[in-house]
């Protein structure tokens, strides 16, 4: 990415405490970006900003980004990564989660507009839902259940898409929209309860593998540094049309059960459970556009990325 001249280079992230956040500000800083991070630290720990916060340029504000706020001083960019994302959040925080997708990217937007920044969206695959196409163009609009269990997110996705469209039409506002797919690596929560940090916890923790279903539904697994160069080119660019950006080699839940068991060296069986409702049987994003437009495509193999993900979780683990 060829970011702005430092110092006039000033973002302000939202959700910049969690996993994908804290990788996006630190490849910001490492730019000679200012940063200001806006995170209210429900589903993240303070703890995990002390390696960012030591560093020239970082700020951060304890926010609700649902509810009004005011940033001071210029500001030249605005990523909204702010949302639980994990299955076990869906139950926990249904609300907080609407709200965030839906008041929060409002007042994101609102903030863009006032400063005259770009504005980038973090979306998801999510909205997809559970697809009738595969693998997912940009241009597919989805096959979700607006009043099931997973509705909180992604409905508030789809509504934040809407909302950033709205603004770039109605205002002229600089947006770009990223859709997230499974991503993993090093600084992901334990209890996330996404299948890398549960397969990979059960394994090292010598408990049996939990696969719903009966394994054969698909998922792409993009390590976390791919995702971050994926993100900054969509922001980089200048196409304001919603960007895949994901892994297109596609992989079955139960064949990742056994490769995370080899990886591990653990002795972990496999066992199954019954489906959860509106689970998706297939994601595998099409990466026509990010690759033709944006000359963005995954480098990390999916066995360099398990191993430095495992020997994350072992230590941990340990802590």
């Given amino acids: 990415m060829s970011s702005p001249p430092a110092p006039n280079a000033r973002a302000v992230v939202s959700g910049g405490a969690g996993f994908i956040g804290r990788a996006v500000v630190a490849a910001l800083l490492d730019q000679g970006w200012r940063v200001t991070v806006l995170d209210n630290l429900l589903t993240s720990r303070m703890e995990a900003l002390e390696p960012l916060r030591r560093r020239p340029g970082f700020e951060f504000a304890e926010q609700d980004v649902s509810a009004p706020f005011e940033v001071e001083g210029e500001v030249t960019h605005v990523l909204h990564l702010a949302s639980p994302a994990s299955p076990v ?62 509705s909180c997110y992604d409905e508030s996705k789809r509504c934040a898409e ?10 002229g506002l600089d947006t770009r929209i990223v859709r997230i797919f499974n991503t993993y690596g090093p600084g992901m929560r334990l209890d996330d309860g996404r299948v890398v940090p549960n397969f990979v916890g ?24 791919d995702l971050v160069a994926g993100m900054l080119a969509v922001l980089d660019g200048d196409d304001p049309m919603p960007f895949n950006i994901g892994n297109p080699v596609e992989t ?56 430095l993900t495992v020997d994350y979780f072992k230590g941990a683990l340990r802590d």
């Fill in 162 to 171: 809407a909302f950033t469209m709205a603004y770039h039409r109605a205002h």
């Fill in 202 to 225: 059960q394994a090292l923790r010598g408990e049996p593998l939990t696969v719903y279903g009966d394994g054969s539904q698909t998922r792409s697994f993009t390590y976390r540094d």
């Fill in 89 to 150: 959040d869906f139950a926990a925080y249904p609300v907080e989660i609407v709200r965030v997708g839906t008041l929060g990217t409002d007042n994101l937007l609102r903030l863009a507009l006032a400063k005259g920044a770009r504005f980038l969206l973090a979306s998801t695959s999510e909205v997809y839902g559970d697809p009738l196409v595969h693998p997912q163009p940009e241009s597919y609009w989805g096959n979700a259940n607006s009043i099931g269990p997973r």
């Fill in 252 to 307: 079955s839940v139960l064949e990742f059960a056994h490769r995370i068991i080899a990886v591990t060296g653990s002795g972990s069986e496999i066992v199954f459970r019954p489906l959860p409702q509106d689970d998706p049987k297939q994601r595998c994003p099409d990466i026509t556009r990010a690759r033709t437009l944006l000359g963005w495509q995954p480098s990390v193999e999916l066995e360099e990325g398990l191993a």
